[in-house]
């Protein structure tokens, strides 16, 4: 009674041992008498006491693999210290337990060994400026090399590239050099830009002015010709006023059926006036003798 008590607990005590429950985002892959048995995934399970184990617990989940800087030599001879940064997934447990021994090292070396022998076949320029490329083609590599340890490689970064301190000082001279020489070229610019602009400046004044004297020309010239025509106007208007009013004295001359002793006295007046002026001849009639006649027959026309 008691053995079978103590077989039972025995039993159960080493079912419950076996009982392992594998997290989520992993895998744990199990051998059978030393061999590859089966892979369990995410869930319980049950293994065989004494004849199952657990060969590794694999992660599935991403993880990032940063390198330690290593030298590389470039085209044109010049070492330097570069460092990336590998992101990787476990996709197969299987190949990753038996693909390799010590799978991150592994990839550690590759990564070393694909960056010199791409580094190597370019210049120390293009290693700068061409970190996409270096980056695209040691992605390409090391996915295709991994692929029978059961590991993606899905992304690779160059971290940093650290040239020599003489090639980092030069480079630093020869930048401080093309920064002086753009400031210059731009000051020289703007200095150019300027000059320009004040002489569109002056020659716009220029136009304005002389546009503005062009008008004040035509408009004095308007002006004189207006007031010579409204002048010329005026000493029409006065002729034809004169005329008019010699027009009128003759017609009211006739009206009053003047005689030939009023038209003498007339004349006498018109003689009596230009006496009166500036002249130093005065032309006198013919008739000036019958000055007498004239007066007596003014005095009998004033007694009618």
Known sequence: MWAIIFISAFVLILIVTNIRIVPQSNANVIERLGAYFTTWSTGLHVKMPLIDRIASYVSLKEQVADFAPQPVITKDNVTMMIDTVIYLQITDPKLYTYGVINPMSAIENLTSTTLRN??????????????????????????????????????????????????????????????????????????????????????????????????AAILQAEAKKEAQIREAEGEAQAILNVQRATADGLDMLKSVNADAPLIKLKSLEALQKVADGQATKIIIPADIQNLAGLVTGVAELVKK
């Open 118 to 215: 791409i580094i190597g076949e370019l210049e120390l320029d293009e290693t700068l400026t061409s970190r996409d490329m270096i980056n695209t083609r040691m992605r390409t590599v090391l996915d295709e090399a991994t692929d029978p340890w059961g590991i993606k490689v899905n992304r690779v970064e160059v971290k940093n590239i650290a040239p020599p301190k003489s090639i980092q000082e030069a480079m630093e001279k020869q930048m401080r050099a093309e920064r002086e020489r753009r400031e210059a070229i731009l000051k020289a610019e703007g200095e150019k830009q300027s000059a320009i602009l004040v002489a569109e400046g002056q020659k716009a004044s220029a136009i304005l002015k002389a546009e503005a004297e062009k008008a």
